[in-house]
C-alpha cells in the first residue's frame, strides 16, 4: 500500500457535507484539528477540518487529497493561520510540505508508529506562531 491520494470528487463531497459535521466536535479528537484560515482571493474566512498529529515544535498535518488543497494556498499566501485542538487554539506559520517519512520524523510520542503506518505520500509541518 504505497501512498496513495484519495479522489477529488471525495474532497469536494467532503467540503460540503462532511466539513461542517466534523467542524462540531474536530477541534476536540485526538487527532483532528480545525484549521481557521483565510481565502487568498475572497478574504473570507475558513474553518478546515484536518488530521493533525503533534510535533516538537508544531503540528504535522497529512495530505489525503495531495498538495493542491486550498487551505495549504491560503496559509502559504497569508504566512499562516490559527489551528484549534484539543480545546485550544493557537497560531501556526511557515508551510513546509514533506514526504510522509520526513514528517514522520517530527511527529512526537506514540502516534508516530501510528503516522507511519499511513498510506499517503505527503504531508505539511506547521510551526507554532
Request: glycine share 10%.
Amino acid at each position: 500500500m504505497d501512498g496513495m491520494q484519495l479522489p477529488q470528487w471525495l474532497a469536494r463531497f467532503n467540503r460540503h457535507v462532511t466539513n461542517p459535521i466534523q467542524r462540531m466536535w474536530a477541534g476536540w479528537a485526538p487527532t483532528m484539528g480545525i484549521l481557521t484560515h483565510v481565502g487568498r482571493r475572497s478574504g473570507r474566512p475558513y474553518r478546515t477540518p484536518l488530521t493533525v498529529f503533534s510535533t516538537q515544535d508544531g503540528v504535522a498535518v497529512l495530505l489525503t487529497y495531495g498538495p493542491d488543497r486550498d487551505w495549504l494556498k491560503n496559509i502559504t499566501a497569508a504566512g499562516g493561520g490559527t489551528m484549534r485542538r484539543h480545546g485550544r487554539s493557537f497560531p501556526v506559520t511557515d508551510p513546509q510540505v514533506v514526504s510522509r517519512d520526513e514528517a514522520a520524523a517530527a511527529v512526537t510520542g506514540v502516534m508516530r508508529a501510528v503516522f507511519t503506518r499511513l498510506p499517503f505520500e505527503s504531508a505539511v509541518l506547521l510551526r507554532r506562531g
